[in-house]
């Protein structure tokens, strides 16, 4: 069963650096064309896509966001780590780890099919 | 960025009725070389997390009913749901992958008339 978990702090003070953890199960970070992402989802709005990390360590940033963001992955530890500076309380929402789909026929897919139950993170003083 | 607008925000259908909704790129999201949109639709129901539901435009994703379809290319797409079910009350996103920053739809409210 494949599965993603996210842990972090709660409550984070602005300005402060956010560190987020996703651990993964029932798959490998280093298989050809896996590649997991960080969403996050304020309450009551659309998703908003941060950043993705592929098996060969290539990454995408959300260009607005990239000067804040950092992700990184350990293979050992089946885990991805998402860093994001300078905290505000606009920050605030619920963040989510969630797996690239690949589709049956091999195609891979920068649409995410497994995604964690998410972290709520709130930003305040 | 590429924006995607969903039409209507809000939807009420009755039960076994079919539901459209709609989603409209600010660009095309179509990938000349793979020759596919890249496009995915995603329901979400209260308290949980998105499901995929459709990629490439056109897919379902694996367990999906089949009274789930995409349609549409380039910049205007459609989710159709043939014969709505009670458990298909949820919000529904699109989302284009064909470049980064990946943007969501602000989402259609599918409600039972």
């Known amino acids: 069963q494949i599965t993603l978990k996210e842990s972090g702090p709660t409550l984070v003070k602005p300005t402060q650096t956010l560190t987020l953890t996703c651990a993964s199960s029932g798959f490998s970070l280093s298989t050809t064309g896996v590649g997991v992402g960080w969403i996050r989802q304020p309450p009551g709005k659309a998703p908003q896509w941060l950043a993705l990390?592929?098996?060969?360590?290539?990454?995408r940033y959300s260009p607005s966001l990239k000067s804040r963001l950092t992700i990184t992955k350990d293979i050992s530890k089946n885990q991805v780590v998402l860093t994001m500076t300078d905290m505000d309380p606009e920050d605030t929402a619920t963040y989510h780890c969630a797996r690239r789909h690949i589709d049956s026929n091999g195609w891979y897919v920068d649409a995410f099919d497994v995604w964690g139950q998410g972290t709520v993170i709130t930003v305040s003083s | 960025d590429i924006v995607m607008t969903q039409s209507p925000d809000s939807l009420a259908v009755s039960l076994g009725e079919r539901a459209t909704i709609n989603c409209k790129s600010s660009?095309?999201?179509?990938?000349?070389?793979?020759?596919?949109?890249?496009l995915a639709w995603y329901q979400q129901k209260p308290g949980q997390t998105p499901k995929l539901l459709i990629f490439?435009?056109?897919t379902r994703a694996s367990g999906v009913p089949d009274r789930f379809s995409g349609s549409g290319a380039r910049t205007d797409f459609t989710l159709t749901i043939s014969s709505l079910q009670a458990e298909d009350v949820a919000v529904y996103y699109c989302q284009q992958y064909n470049s980064v920053p990946y943007t969501f739809g602000q989402g259609t409210k599918l409600e039972i008339k």
């Open positions: 990390i592929y098996w060969n360590d290539d990454k």
């Open positions: 490439w435009a056109t």
């Open positions: 660009q095309s999201v179509f990938d000349n070389p793979n020759r596919r949109d890249y």
